[in-house]
């Protein structure tokens, strides 16, 4: 299973972007799904996640910018992120634990990356 994460770029300060996350087949279907990022010489950090029944939880510095879902098959993962700031400048990465036809059939798959940055 490879995820495809896209969407990043460049923004000024207060916009939005929506990342997408995306399995290389559309068999397979994000069980539960999270978004982290990572900024050079720092640890990556968990930036939002849901899980099997939909429940969602946030970073506390993204909470009230940033929404995860997942469109109705399952199939790709969002990250809806608005009133961006400077400081969440990094590389974002989507991470699943997949599932074909409701069996889980493996976790922790990572995507390769996208950028995103915020700046005037």
């Known amino acids: 299973v490879q995820l495809q994460a896209s969407g990043g770029g460049l923004v000024q300060p207060g916009g939005s972007l929506r990342l997408s996350c995306a399995a290389s087949r559309d068999i397979y279907q994000f069980d539960a799904a999270a978004w982290y990022r990572q900024v050079p010489g720092k640890q990556r950090e968990l930036v939002a996640s849901?899980?099997?029944?939909?429940?969602?939880d946030y970073l506390d510095s993204v909470k009230g910018r940033f929404t995860i879902s997942r469109n109705t098959a399952k199939t790709t993962v969002y990250l809806q992120m608005n009133g961006l700031k400077p400081e969440d400048t990094a590389v974002y990465y989507c991470?699943?634990?997949?599932?074909?036809?409701?069996?889980?059939?493996?976790?922790?798959?990572w995507g390769q990356g996208t950028l995103v940055t915020v700046s005037s």
């Open positions: 849901i899980t099997t029944d939909g429940s969602t």
């Open positions: 991470n699943g634990d997949m599932e074909i036809a409701g069996i889980r059939i493996g976790m922790n798959y």
